[in-house]
C-alpha cells in the first residue's frame, strides 16, 4: 500500500540555522499538507499546497516558513532560522483530491538547541 | 471557524472493558469527521471517518463511532479493549467538499492495563 514518507526521522539543529524537513507524497496525490505537533499538545495545521501555490495557511506560518514541490515527487518545509519554539513533531500529509481523507507520514522530530 | 473539544485529557481501562472517548465539534457549515490514533513514538493513523450515510461508522481494531447531528457528536467506542490500544486518540474534522485543513481535539490519551 502506497504511504507518505518523510526524511529525516529525527533532526537536531542549532537555533538560528535553518532546517528543510522531506516529504514524499503519495504519488497520484494532489494536495499537500504540513502539520506540527509540539509535545504533549494538539497537532495543528501549518500549510496547505496545490497546483504549486499555497492554497492556505495558518498564523504559525509566518516569514520564516516556506514550501517548495521542488520536482514532482519531494514536498519541502523550509524554517530560515530556526527558534526554540519550532522545535516539534511535524507531519506531511496528501490528499488525492482534497476532499475527504488526508493521508499521514510518520513524521519528523525537530529539535531545536 | 471550526473546533473540536476531546474533554477527557486521558481515560484510564482495565483491559477486556468496555471504552468511549468523547468528542464534540462545533462548525457553522457541513463537516467530515474523523478519529486518528498515535501510538507512541509514531505518526497519525487512521481509524474511522464519518463523510455520509450511516451514522455508525466501524474503523479498524474494532473501533467504531457514532455521528450525532443534534448534538454535534462524534464518540469513539471500543467494547473490549486490548493493552496494544493503549495510544493517544485525536477527533479530527474538515469541512465539506472542500481541500481545506484537518482541525485536531487536544487529543484523548488512552491507558489501558492489566
Known amino acids: 500500500e502506497p504511504e507518505v514518507t518523510q526524511t529525516p526521522s529525527h533532526q537536531v539543529t542549532q537555533m538560528g540555522q535553518e532546517v528543510i524537513l522531506r516529504c514524499v507524497p503519495i504519488s497520484n496525490h494532489l494536495y499537500f499538507y504540513w502539520y506540527r505537533q509540539i509535545l504533549g499538545q494538539k497537532v495543528e495545521f501549518l500549510v496547505s499546497?496545490?497546483?504549486?501555490?499555497?492554497?492556505?495557511k495558518s498564523e504559525i506560518f509566518d516569514d520564516q516558513f516556506s514550501v517548495e514541490r521542488p520536482d514532482g515527487s519531494n514536498f519541502t518545509l523550509k524554517i530560515r532560522s530556526t527558534k526554540l519554539e519550532d522545535s516539534a513533531m511535524y507531519f506531511c500529509a496528501s490528499s488525492p483530491t482534497g476532499g475527504e481523507q488526508q493521508f499521514f507520514g510518520p513524521g519528523t522530530r525537530l529539535t531545536v538547541l | 471557524a471550526q473546533s473540536v473539544t476531546q474533554l477527557d485529557s486521558q481515560v484510564p481501562v482495565f483491559e477486556e472493558a468496555p471504552v468511549e472517548l468523547r468528542c464534540n465539534y462545533s462548525s457553522s457549515v457541513s463537516v467530515y469527521l474523523f478519529w486518528y490514533v498515535q501510538y507512541p513514538n509514531q505518526g497519525l493513523q487512521l481509524l474511522l471517518k464519518y463523510l455520509s450515510g450511516s451514522t455508525l461508522v466501524k474503523g479498524i481494531n474494532g473501533f467504531e463511532a457514532e455521528f450525532n447531528k443534534s448534538q454535534t457528536s462524534f464518540h469513539l467506542r471500543k467494547p473490549s479493549v486490548h493493552i496494544s490500544d493503549t495510544a493517544e486518540y485525536f477527533c479530527?474534522?474538515?469541512?465539506?467538499?472542500?481541500?481545506?485543513?484537518?482541525?485536531f481535539g487536544t487529543g484523548t490519551r488512552l491507558q489501558v492495563t492489566l
Open positions: 499546497f496545490y497546483n504549486n501555490e499555497i492554497s492556505e
Open positions: 479530527a474534522v474538515k469541512v465539506t467538499g472542500t481541500a481545506s485543513k484537518l482541525t
